[in-house]
């Protein structure tokens, strides 16, 4: 123990708080100056003032780590659970196109899934013409899609699919 923690404990026998000593930097001044060491008992009191600083930042650290790795296992379980619903859906869509009767049935099944998966629909006419689209897909063109969407628009030109 030293002389420090000593006057902290006679303080705190005679009625002192302890905290409000150990944050005096005058206490380990008049230490020095009494004991007639130079500034051994100031540089012991900033040191252990650092010391504090530093254990409340490796604290905080830590804490910021853990709610990183807890982030993170959330992040990791979402993209897995995302991964095995695709999965799922290509296995679905898989025995869905296997059950077509036809040959011809599977291709209008490829070409809707593909025509799907490329077209972005942002506002309701791109929905309405996604509707068309995929209705002329699966009917072989047997409803006239163009005709529709220059309802809708008439800047689409006319051609043959």
């Known amino acids: 123990m030293t002389g420090l ?3 902290y404990e006679e303080l705190e026998k005679r009625g002192f708080k302890v905290w409000q000593a150990k944050q005096s930097k005058m206490l380990p001044a008049v230490l020095d100056i009494l004991a007639n060491t130079g500034t051994l008992y100031s540089d012991l009191h900033e040191a252990r003032t650092q010391l504090d600083i530093l254990k ?3 604290e905080g ?3 910021q780590i853990h ?3 807890i982030l993170q296992a959330r992040e990791e379980k979402q993209l897995r659970e ?3 619903a695709a999965e799922h859906y290509v296995e679905r869509f898989n025995a869905s196109l296997a059950a077509c009767e036809t040959e011809e049935g599977r291709d209008a099944m490829r070409a809707a899934q593909v025509f799907v998966n490329a077209v972005s629909v942002d506002t309701k006419y791109d929905n309405t013409a996604f509707i068309i689209g ?3 897909i699966l009917s072989k063109n047997g ?3 163009m005709d529709e969407l220059k309802k809708i628009n008439s800047k689409v ?3 043959k699919l």
């Open 5 to 7: 923690d000593c006057l």
């Open 56 to 58: 409340s930042q490796c």
């Open 61 to 63: 650290l830590k804490n």
């Open 67 to 69: 709610a990183g790795n």
């Open 82 to 84: 995302r991964w095995e």
């Open 134 to 136: 995929l209705a002329a």
């Open 143 to 145: 409803i006239g899609a």
């Open 157 to 159: 030109f006319r051609r």
